[in-house]
């Protein structure tokens, strides 16, 4: 019973990477870019919100069975506060820092309706250092004695760096737009 | 009191938000059309309230809020 619940936690730990990093190239693609066709927009937004709401139940699902399994030392006050896990507090600590993070974004997608709209984007960007973060605290802990696993982790890197790559050099039009009109300056 | 999300046919634009992603035009066809530029026209005419509460929900801009048809 404690080995499944183990491997349930590192396949639920490895399956939020993954939807972690689509999410992550969902939201990206939004506002680097306009899409020529508005069904376009409208199926990534609907991706990135659903993906995103679904990585959250296998996140749960991750860290409380990480807690609950005694086969390593990880004790409740780790969901929440870094570096206090007895099994390699270090990495374990990045993943409690991730875990953080994705509540603050979670809810406050949640509630984007009712705060104000620089609160929700200044937690919202924190997903550039949630994604980074859950990467390492993954290769490091679960996928590095697994060559099949440890290549999942790499690919969602590799994806995850070249679309933020992308991400710095693209400029939206409605940027752009709102840039011109600017300049033109009021004659 | 704003209009309850339920009986909301329409959608109004704050046009200071919007950045023009089209997602209002894709999911609400009969009230918004897009400009060259790809910003929405509003025309007077109702989609199904369950569409004008996806497209709020969606819009990446926050730039929707729903509203009702005017009392004639």
Same mark, same amino acid.
């Not at chain 1, 899409?35 to 937004?45: G, H, L």
């Not at chain 1, 069975?65 to 005694?70: D, K, W």
């Not at chain 1, 086969?71 to 006050?77: A, D, K």
């Not at chain 2, 704050?14 to 910003?39: F, K």
């Given at each position: 019973?404690?080995?499944?619940?183990?491997?349930?936690?590192?396949?639920?730990?490895?399956?939020?990477?993954?939807?972690?990093?689509?999410?992550?190239?969902?939201?990206?693609?939004?506002?680097?870019?306009?899409?020529?066709?508005?069904?376009?927009?409208?199926?990534?937004?609907?991706?990135?919100?659903?993906?995103?709401?679904?990585?959250?139940?296998?996140?749960?699902?991750?860290?409380?069975?990480?807690?609950?399994?005694?086969?390593?030392?990880?004790?409740?006050?780790?969901?929440?506060?870094?570096?206090?896990?007895?099994?390699?507090?270090?990495?374990?600590?990045?993943?409690?820092?991730?875990?953080?993070?994705?509540?603050?974004?979670?809810?406050?997608?949640?509630?984007?309706?009712?705060?104000?709209?620089?609160?929700?984007?200044?937690?919202?960007?924190?997903?550039?250092?949630?994604?980074?973060?859950?990467?390492?605290?993954?290769?490091?802990?679960?996928?590095?004695?697994?060559?099949?696993?440890?290549?999942?982790?790499?690919?969602?890197?590799?994806?995850?760096?070249?679309?933020?790559?992308?991400?710095?050099?693209?400029?939206?039009?409605?940027?752009?737009?709102?840039?011109?009109?600017?300049?033109?300056?009021?004659? | 009191?704003?209009?309850?999300?339920?009986? #909301?046919?329409?959608?109004?634009?704050?046009?200071?938000?919007?950045?023009?992603?089209?997602? @209002?035009? *894709?999911?609400?066809? %009969?009230?918004?059309?897009?400009?060259?530029?790809?910003?929405?026209?509003? #025309?007077?005419?109702?989609?199904?309230?369950?569409?004008?509460?996806?497209?709020?929900?969606? @819009?990446? *801009?926050?730039?929707? %809020?729903?509203?009702?048809?005017?009392?004639?």
């Amino acid at each position: 019973m404690n080995e499944l619940l183990w491997y349930f936690s590192r396949a639920t730990g490895v399956i939020s990477m993954v939807l972690l990093t689509t999410t992550l190239v969902l939201g990206m693609t939004l506002s680097g870019r306009r899409s020529a066709r508005p069904a376009t927009s409208t199926v990534v937004a609907g991706l990135h919100r659903w993906l995103g709401l679904g990585m959250v139940v296998f996140v749960v699902g991750h860290v409380t069975t990480a807690i609950v399994e005694t086969y390593v030392s990880i004790g409740p006050l780790s969901a929440l506060v870094p570096f206090t896990a007895g099994y390699q507090p270090l990495w374990v600590g990045l993943g409690t820092i991730a875990f953080d993070i994705l509540l603050a974004v979670a809810v406050t997608s949640a509630l984007r309706h009712r705060i104000s709209e620089r609160v929700w984007r200044g937690v919202h960007l924190a997903s550039y250092l949630l994604w980074p973060t859950a990467l390492v605290h993954g290769f490091l802990l679960g996928t590095s004695d697994q060559p099949l696993l440890r290549l999942v982790t790499v690919a969602c890197g590799v994806v995850g760096m070249l679309a933020v790559s992308w991400r710095i050099q693209a400029t939206h039009h409605d940027r752009e737009h709102r840039r011109s009109v600017t300049a033109q300056g009021w004659s | 009191m704003p209009a309850s999300r339920e009986q #909301a046919t329409r959608v109004a634009v704050d046009r200071v938000a919007c950045t023009g992603h089209g997602v @209002c035009a *894709a999911l609400l066809p %009969r009230q918004i059309t897009l400009d060259e530029w790809g910003y929405p026209i509003v #025309a007077a005419a109702d989609d199904p309230a369950v569409d004008v509460e996806a497209a709020v929900r969606l @819009c990446p *801009a926050r730039a929707l %809020r729903p509203s009702r048809a005017p009392r004639q």
